[in-house]
């Protein structure tokens, strides 16, 4: 309804101030345009939606027009530019592994200035992923209005919910994870008074008991066994506090936190004394992609809040064994962050085998709220780590994921104004080297980006369109009627 | 006379009605018109236009917060509410279809009165209920015939499958009203058609059936809500089979309905409509409305308490008057966090007044979140604009003018912002963000509800013009009855500031009287130290019960000792 809504609005709001004439004599400026979202240089799959675009400062009228280096023209006209999305697409797939040249004209009182070009690669490496799944939610502290869990469509602008807490009052959605981005096997947390961790395999919903007496806490941070027997998750005791200064605002901190791994077939949580010591948090497990491996992070227990600036992670890792479920009996420590005075935080290898992306904070494991959050990259043949310059800002950059044939990533990050988070896109070439990101289009990205009171946040791609039963979930929620787990 | 009267005596009865409305809202509750708006933000936005049409009863709703957004002014406010009453009257009237028992036309429009003392109902019920009455009686009049019969069952169901759904869509359950009266079989196809859209939309099947926006908390309706298009639909449906009775009959419905109209001052808790002008007191600034209001009728919830304290410490009299009114221990001064809209606001206020910038904006954050039908709120918007622009992050504070500039009445103020946003030299010298600014620390801490007298210490070591935080710090250990860590702060605040009001002095003598020793000359007044021995005498002679103790009730050691 809102669709077709919103449809007939634009098309009248096209009709009544769509700007007319051509470009005539313009003033040719020696400047790259001032656009937003900045496009200028980056790299796309040819599957993305247009990138329509604002000129950054205020215009009468913006003129583009692109240029395939391998053929076709696309023009656009009006107060921002909104491209076709067929015609768009045509464009792409005609110039994959090719280049896009804009060139930019705008108009200020009756006179048109001409900018210098600027290109966008089009990558040769596919999507293979069909959108983004995230949690948007307004970037608050402890209460949340309305926020959900949604999917995107990357080429074109549709989002559809997945569920929102709207479906049940006082719920809170979060922390979502498909298999490998197969949304086939997806699972996400409830909070709130019908907490529970949903898991849906094959289309069938089971709800977990929100707290687990044998974890003396709840599932939190999921990930999956890439055969989709398993499910790798910490529980942890979490609180938060929060900062008194300008530019710092939430804290996040673990009294406890272990890791172990659910087994949705029998409901048994395979647990292990190396993944739960007493001394240490250990937390945020991922599993390698051939599944025979655990990574996760470990700090030594801090006495909070008091300490909180002490609170740093290493990356550990321990071998599994998807047979028989056990896990191996030596602990590595792989990423030795304390050593640098850092935490690491959100770890995800690429489901090649190749790479091994983390965040490195001053301390912390909540990134997103800290600035000086910065993406790294290990690579996992040669065992070299380094900061992706290429990618970070120096706002907080975080929460990154990989699509299914490990070309791209999607990331969080605030450098658009400091305080809401927005997604990024980049793409990875054969030497391990990001192009720039770019901010995920919208129809109306200035618009869109400057009135969404809304940040995003644990992006993820998906292989297919999430099917979920929303309402059916809302009364399966409401109705407390939960699986129990048990230990193995 | 009596021509005049049988001729507009429904009128002026219809207008003494609106008149009563006009003044009630006028008069006795301006502030809660201002609770109401402040818990929405309206904007002049297509996409806030969409969203809205995007649920049922979502046109209802949309008209109800361009109405509410009025409010801002209390005149006008007071007047629209008279307005919109005298209409569900009039048109309650319309739909009885008969020219006696006016009076009883008033009875769902006096319901809804009462009703309305219930803070949480929305202006988008009375809207519903309006547009389903208009259509009804439009509908009514095209389903007659020129002869002045019913058109055919066919047509008028067939009139009736496109109506229904319209209607719903525009003004949610509400429908049922219509359908009711209309066609009473094409209840069932706008209950279907309710049910079938709850699979569909993100809403419990609950909140849908009662209305999503009728009410502030989901799926919960109350009963007098439920009782008015019962009213009416009776009313409509059975008033014309009333015998029409004569001046007798007409005299008793008027004085029941007068008796009726009495009662709705039961449906306003005095308490809650209290704190809600507490809340609005102290958003406008009028500290010394605050204190008359006091000084009236001594506050006694926490809400009120910390609101007068806050007041007090504004103008400076804290020190020396905190001890005139109640008070409800540090929780007074700075509420713990609530999960609730009303009491986050209003502690944010403090915080924000304070210096502590972060904490204002974190309250501000967690009030709009907590606000139950997911609306966000133009009060906290103009705040997260303000602990933004005096943190200097102006990209975040743009977006939150920009919002506000698509507003009525914040408007102007979100443009006069905008022109100062990154002009750090205008920030510096505003006069409230500006001292703000100063007052902000600059090192890094966590929050602690725990630890509030070292962060108003803190503040205070950071700015000694941060009078405010001087005055906190010395009030909560007394308020927590902890005379020695009184002392030390007071040593403290004393070497760096000259403060010394009364409930200092007061406090000093005795802890001094404690020792058994006498304060350092000059330290405590001499009427203090006369009046402490004589509070010495008093309590040595009855203790707690003593009968001449209550003329100390406004003093430290009264609080101290006998406690209040």
């Known amino acids: 309804m809102r669709k077709l809504l919103s449809a007939i609005s634009c098309l009248f709001l096209i009709l009544i101030v769509s700007c007319t004439g051509q470009v005539e004599n313009p003033t040719v400026v020696d400047a790259l345009p001032d656009i937003y979202p900045d496009y200028v240089g980056v790299t796309i799959p040819a599957e993305i939606a247009p990138l329509n675009f604002n000129s950054a400062d205020t215009v009468d009228c913006i003129d583009v027009v692109v240029r395939g280096s391998k053929g076709g023209e696309l023009h656009a006209r009006g107060d921002y530019a909104d491209f076709d999305i067929s015609e768009w697409h045509q464009l792409t797939q005609q110039n994959k592994g090719g280049i896009l040249t804009f060139t930019v004209c705008k108009k200020y009182n009756d006179e048109w200035r001409q900018y210098r070009d600027f290109t966008v690669s089009v990558s040769p490496y596919a999507l293979d992923d069909w959108g983004l799944t995230y949690r948007r939610i307004a970037p608050g502290y402890e209460v949340f209005s309305k926020m959900g869990l949604y999917q995107r469509d990357l080429s074109t602008f549709d989002e559809y919910a997945i569920i929102e807490n709207t479906q049940v009052p006082g719920m809170c959605v979060n922390c979502h994870s498909a298999c490998q981005t197969d949304p086939s096997k997806f699972v996400f947390h409830v909070r709130g008074d019908h907490g529970a961790t949903m898991f849906q395999i094959d289309g069938q919903r089971e709800w977990l008991k929100a707290n687990s007496d044998q974890l003396g806490g709840s599932m939190v941070y999921p990930y999956w066994h890439p055969t989709g027997d398993y499910c790798a998750f910490s529980t942890n005791k979490t609180r938060q506090a929060f900062h008194v200064v300008p530019n710092e605002r939430i804290e996040v901190f673990d009294l406890s936190s272990d890791v172990f791994v659910y087994h949705p077939a029998t409901h048994e949580l395979l647990m292990d004394s190396l993944l739960s010591t007493k001394d240490w948090s250990e937390n945020s497990p991922v599993f390698s992609p051939d599944g025979r491996t655990l990574y996760y992070m470990t700090c030594r227990q801090q006495d909070y809040p008091m300490h909180y600036k002490d609170e740093k992670y290493n990356l550990c890792s321990i071998s599994f064994d998807p047979a028989t479920g056990r896990f191996g009996e030596r602990v590595d420590t792989l990423i030795n962050a304390v050593a640098m005075g850092k935490s690491l935080t959100w770890p995800r290898p690429s489901y090649d085998g190749k790479y091994l992306l983390y965040t490195l904070s001053d301390y912390g494991y909540f990134s997103i709220w800290h600035e000086e959050s910065q993406q790294w990259l290990m690579d996992l043949k040669t065992g070299e780590t380094r900061e992706l310059a290429e990618l970070n800002s120096p706002k907080a950059d975080s929460y990154h994921n990989w699509s299914l044939n490990s070309r791209w990533i999607v990331f969080t990050s605030r450098r658009d104004d400091g305080y809401y988070s927005r997604l990024y896109l980049a793409c990875i070439d054969e030497k391990g080297h990001f192009s720039k990101p770019f901010m995920l289009p919208q129809r109306h990205p200035l618009e869109y980006y400057t009135e969404s009171i809304y940040s995003f946040n644990t992006p993820d791609f998906t292989k297919a369109k999430v099917d979920f039963d929303a309402y059916n979930a809302g009364l399966e929620i409401s109705s407390d009627q939960r699986t129990v787990t048990k230990k193995r | 006379m009596q021509k005049f009267f049988q001729r507009y005596g429904k009128w002026v009865l219809t207008c003494l009605f609106g008149l009563a409305v006009f003044f009630f809202w006028r008069i006795l509750y301006p502030f809660a018109m201002a609770y109401q708006e402040q818990l929405q933000l309206f904007l002049f936005d297509d996409d806030y236009f969409l969203e809205r049409m995007s649920e049922p009863g979502g046109f209802a709703r949309y008209l109800a917060e361009f109405l509410t957004q009025f409010y801002n002014n209390v005149t006008f406010g007071a007047a629209l509410l008279a307005l919109l009453f005298m209409l569900v009257q009039r048109l309650t009237w319309r739909l009885m279809h008969t020219s006696s028992h006016y009076p009883l036309s008033f009875i769902p429009a006096i319901v809804l009165w009462y009703a309305m003392g219930d803070e949480s109902v929305l202006l988008s019920y009375v809207v519903a209920l309006i547009l389903n009455m208009v259509v009804v009686w439009l509908v009514s009049k095209l389903f007659l015939s020129a002869d ?230 133009a009060r906290v918007i103009k705040r997260l604009a303000e602990t933004n622009l005096i943190n200097g992050q102006y990209k975040v504070a743009e977006k939150y003018l920009r919002m506000l500039e698509k507003t009525v009445f914040y408007r102007p103020w979100a443009q006069r912002m905008i022109v100062r946003l990154g002009d750090e030299a205008a920030i510096n010298s505003h006069p409230l963000y500006g001292k703000l600014r100063q007052y902000r620390l600059l090192e890094d801490f966590l929050f602690s509800e725990q630890e509030l007298d070292k962060i108003c210490g803190q503040l205070l070591m950071h700015n000694l013009q941060n009078q405010m935080a001087a005055q906190y710090l010395l009030l909560m250990p007394l308020l927590d009855r902890d005379i020695p860590r009184f002392m030390s702060y007071v040593q403290l605040v004393q070497q760096r500031v000259q403060y010394n009001p009364r409930a200092c002095q007061e406090a000093i003598a005795f802890a001094f009287m404690q020792r058994q020793q006498q304060p350092p000359q000059g330290l405590v007044n001499q009427l203090i130290l006369q009046q402490m021995n004589d509070f010495a005498r008093v309590y040595g002679s009855g203790g707690k019960d003593a009968p001449e103790i209550g003329r100390f009730r406004n003093t430290v050691w009264y609080y101290l000792t006998v406690g209040k």
């Open chain 2, 148 to 377: 002045g019969h019913q058109r055919s069952l066919i047509l008028r169901s067939l009139a009736m499958l496109v109506i229904v759904p319209i209607v719903y869509w525009l003004t949610g359950p509400m429908v049922l009203l219509s359908a009711l009266m209309l066609l009473p079989l094409s209840a069932v196809y706008a209950l279907a058609l309710m049910l079938l859209s709850a699979h569909f939309l993100p809403f419990p099947m609950q909140r849908v059936m009662l209305g999503i926006s009728y009410y502030r908390f989901p799926v919960v309706l109350p009963y007098a809500l439920m009782l008015i298009p019962v009213l009416v639909f009776a009313l409509g449906r059975f008033s014309r089979l009333l015998h029409k009775g004569g001046t007798w009959l007409m005299a008793t419905e008027v004085v029941a309905v007068v008796v009726l109209g009495v009662l709705v001052q039961l449906g306003y808790d005095s308490k809650k409509y209290e704190l809600i002008e507490y809340d609005y007191l102290v958003r406008v600034k009028n500290w010394n409305g605050i204190i008359a209001k006091a000084e009236k009728q001594t506050p006694d919830l926490p809400m009120s308490v910390s609101a007068t304290n806050l007041a007090l410490a504004m103008t400076n009299q804290l020190g020396d008057r905190a001890f005139d009114f109640y008070q409800r221990g540090t929780e007074g001064l700075l509420p713990p966090f609530e999960r609730n809209f009303a009491t986050t606001q209003l502690t944010g206020e403090i915080f924000f007044h304070l210096g502590l910038v972060n904490t204002a904006q974190r309250l501000a954050f967690e009030a709009m979140e907590s606000i139950p039908n997911y609306n966000k709120s």
